[in-house]
């Protein structure tokens, strides 16, 4: 193997620890700046908020009430095995396009960023972008979220995108 091949199967995975990085980054600032439950920044007529708050949960805060130790296998240890697999799949697969091996790094970098706060802040993980939502399926406001989740869920809506244009495209 090649130096150049080398590094075209790990090019990927640089997208993941600029994630990674910029999300932790955005929670010490977070921290150092806004106390925990307030407002530290209003934008729009209160249309956008960087706020502080922790979730011991995962997405909309479900699961914050189980027992820890339930809480620490669901939420940390299952992540943790998935996200390993994700990052052998992206070096080593040769069915995706390099898009979807972008998206499939952004996820991963995303998971990768809550998973650190998970295992190295008890008291939750730090969200802080908060975006009013207008009574829009019944919420006044979207649940808090950060870097990590928006990584997720748009590289997430780009990779179920380019699969579904890739099944058109092949039907047709």
């Known amino acids: 193997m090649t130096l150049q091949t080398h590094f075209q199967s790990w090019k990927y995975l640089i997208l993941t620890l600029v994630l990674i990085f910029v999300d932790q980054l955005s929670k010490l600032l977070v921290v150092a700046l806004i106390p925990l439950r307030t407002i530290g920044f209003t934008l729009g007529n209160d249309f956008f908020r960087l706020i502080h708050v922790r979730n011991t949960g995962v997405a909309f805060s479900l699961g914050d009430s189980l027992p820890l130790p339930l809480r620490k296998a669901l939420f940390i240890l299952m992540p943790l095995v998935v996200l390993i697999y994700l990052a052998v799949h ?83």
């Open 90 to 172: 992206i070096v080593r697969t040769k069915e995706e396009t390099g898009f979807q091996k972008y998206c499939l790094a952004g996820i991963l970098g995303g998971g990768f960023g809550n998973l650190i706060d998970r295992i190295f802040r008890p008291e939750g993980v730090v969200d802080f972008l908060d975006v009013r939502f207008y009574g829009l399926f019944g919420l006044e406001r979207w649940p808090t979220f950060n870097v990590a989740d928006s990584s997720v869920v748009v590289c997430g809506i780009l990779l179920f995108l380019s699969f579904w244009r890739k099944e058109k495209i092949t039907d047709e």
